[in-house]
């Protein structure tokens, strides 16, 4: 029976010789196609330390055949054990995992002798990496499914009541969505058969042996390894399921304790999710850093490659502040930075607000650019009255194609959804991305972040989207600095939500490092400090903190020219405070005008309770 398949190899760790075996016709216990290892290959004398956690069966197996003396120490393979007997595996998996001492991927790793996979030989599985799913057993009648029949039975199972016995594995999509129209039309609401279809076509068309599938139980999530090919099983009481078989872990992970990433996928309330992007965290549960070091050696990596599991749960930080950063922003002390790093390591969203003209932009920006490494890694946005959840996340849209020149709408992403999936990427997951939304609160808030609202105060969590119907989430490497203006009293109609989900942080005239920030820059580009004596003096005669005058104003080339002090106090500022006195029949030019500055400046400090000529005009 085992003539239809060449004889394959697989190297032993840290450059080893090769063991030899054949893949077999027959099935194993749990359907998964069986493997004998050739006697007289060689394995390996230890095992790797996560060797008895990932794959137990293997480990006892293993064990059992060196108890017997079935792989035993010879000199035939000197610091080497030798298999002295042809030895029958459930899987091409099973018998890797015996020789090699760790867990492996019998249908990549067995190869031909002139390199060709394992997998290349089977109906309906193919090469390449291999994937990771979740698979829920709530979706299965019954009782504690997963202790009751998947442990045990080392099996997967998807219930699929109602699908034709005609959709086998290997079904098109399109071929299997006609079947679940038909067979679900009267007991499946239209999204509700969409989702049927994603399912049922990863779990026979997608999904193959070698790749991992977890299952959430009681607060843990276990791991295992399809072994095998899918297969439709009817129940006597006419109910249909899809099975696979799967070697189980021994071990389940703590919800709680699993990397947010990761969270956020277990979370999307599907009976079948593609955990793909996040299988190299997958792969690191329960694992050491020395203990993957070590695997990845045994698996041929090269020396100084980086190693997948490694790289992805490599932890996320923002850098400390320092002096020099803190005297290039002309600010008063490295401690008030060090305050916003943590606010945003803490809460990964805030606001900088305050009057116009106190640097929230520009100080936004510049520390996205210092957190985040980089310029590429910031990316800023303006809202405004008539902007909408369709710009800001995604939406449909006019979009002419290119060949036939014809408008239609299209479902476009926003700079929000496409901000996220650049931060998502692999290799930028550790690293922060900083996302500005400039005059926050000049945009209907509610409007335009719809469900994402959920998104910014649970991170670890997953929401269906509005347009395309996707799963999403927001990456934990990307913050969001908002900056709001005080003096249109919008901020008042931020709701207690946003408030909740945002820490917000006032930049005041009135206070450090706004306070002084103009009189520091001054001193350092050896300019004259009378604009800062005269923002101090208007500031002082402004009663409404919220009007308050920032020190931007007077911190650009034009005002050091012949005259730009006078024109920029007359063009900027003082039309600010004409709009905020409007109505009321105030002298904007006699109360705050650079003379009257100057002259009241020139006199000296006025004692206290006396009137300085600022009085009600």
């Not at 120490?73 to 030798?82: L, M, N, Q, S, Y």
């Not at 071929?175 to 026979?204: I, M, N, P």
């Not at 698996?299 to 992805?312: D, F, H, M, N, Q």
């Not at 922060?432 to 105060?457: M, Q, S, T």
Request: aromatic residues 8%; negative net charge; hydrophobic residues 35%.
């Amino acid at each position: 029976m085992s003539a239809q398949y060449p004889e394959f190899q697989l190297r032993l760790p840290h450059g080893g010789p090769m063991a030899r075996g054949r893949l077999l016709s027959e099935m194993g216990t749990n359907g998964s196609q069986k493997m004998m290892v050739l006697a007289g290959s060689p394995a390996r004398p230890d095992v790797v330390p996560s060797f008895p956690l990932r794959m137990p069966s293997s480990h006892r197996f293993r064990e059992q055949l060196i108890a017997e003396g079935a792989i035993q120490d010879t000199a035939t393979w000197p610091g080497r054990f030798e298999v002295m007997r042809d030895i029958e595996c459930n899987s091409p998996s099973a018998a890797g995992d015996i020789v090699c001492g760790r867990s492996t991927n019998g249908w990549l790793e067995w190869k031909t002798a002139d390199g060709r996979p394992l997998a290349d030989f089977l109906e309906h599985v193919w090469s390449g990496p291999s994937r990771a799913w979740l698979i829920r057993s709530s979706q299965v009648l019954g009782t504690d499914p997963f202790h009751r029949v998947w442990l045990p039975e080392g099996r997967v199972v998807l219930a699929a009541v109602r699908l034709r016995p005609d959709a086998v594995q290997g079904i098109s999509k399109e071929r299997l969505r006609g079947f679940v129209d038909e067979d679900y039309e009267s007991t499946a609401v239209y999204s509700e058969k969409s989702q049927l279809v994603e399912d049922f076509h990863a779990f026979l068309s997608r999904m193959r042996p070698g790749d991992t599938v977890c299952a959430l139980h009681e607060g843990r999530l276990y791991l295992g390894e399809i072994t095998g090919s899918a297969e439709r099983v009817d129940t006597e009481d006419g109910r249909a399921t899809l099975r696979r078989p799967v070697e189980w872990g021994s071990q389940g992970y703590p919800y709680d304790e699993l990397p947010e990433e990761l969270q956020q996928l277990l979370s999307a309330r599907h009976d079948v999710v593609d955990l793909t992007t996040v299988k190299a965290l997958v792969d690191g549960l329960g694992v050491s850093d020395e203990e993957l070091a070590e695997e990845a050696v045994d698996v041929g990596l090269e020396p100084g490659a980086e190693i997948p599991a490694l790289t992805a749960r490599r932890e996320l930080e923002l850098p400390e502040p320092t002096e020099e950063l803190c005297r290039s922003l002309n600010l008063d002390r490295v401690e008030w930075l060090q305050e916003v790093r943590d606010l945003l390591d803490d809460e990964r969203q805030l606001i900088f607000y305050g009057p116009p003209g106190t640097g929230k932009t520009f100080l936004a920006q510049e520390l996205a650019k210092f957190f985040g490494g980089g310029r590429e890694r910031v990316k800023l946005v303006q809202f405004h009255p008539s902007y909408a959840y369709e710009d800001f996340f995604e939406g449909f849209r006019p979009q002419e194609d290119p060949k036939t020149r014809e408008v239609a709408f299209r479902l476009t992403a926003g700079p929000l959804r496409e901000f996220a999936e650049l931060a998502r990427r692999e290799g930028n997951r550790h690293i922060p991305h900083f996302l500005i939304i400039d005059e926050i609160n000049r945009a209907n808030l509610a409007k335009v972040f719809g469900e994402l609202y959920f998104l910014l105060e649970y991170r670890r969590e997953t929401v269906r989207l509005t347009y395309s119907g996707d799963d999403f989430a927001l990456p934990r490497n990307l913050f969001i600095i908002g900056t709001m203006n005080t003096a249109d009293r919008s901020i008042a109609l931020v709701d207690a939500a946003m408030r909740r989900r945002f820490a917000f942080v006032e930049l005041s005239p009135r206070l450090e490092p706004t306070s002084g920030l103009l009189r520091r820059w001054l001193r350092g580009e050896e300019k004259d400090p009378e604009p800062a004596d005269l923002l101090d003096a208007l500031n002082a005669r402004i009663d409404d903190a919220d009007f308050r005058i920032g020190p931007s104003y007077l911190m650009k080339p034009g005002v050091f020219r012949d005259g730009g002090l006078e024109r920029t106090w007359r063009t900027k500022i003082l039309p600010l405070l004409e709009e905020h006195h409007y109505g009321e029949g105030l002298d904007i030019e006699k109360r705050y005008g650079l003379a009257a500055l100057r002259r009241s400046l020139a006199a000296g400090p006025v004692p206290e309770g006396t009137d300085n000529g600022t009085g009600p005009q």
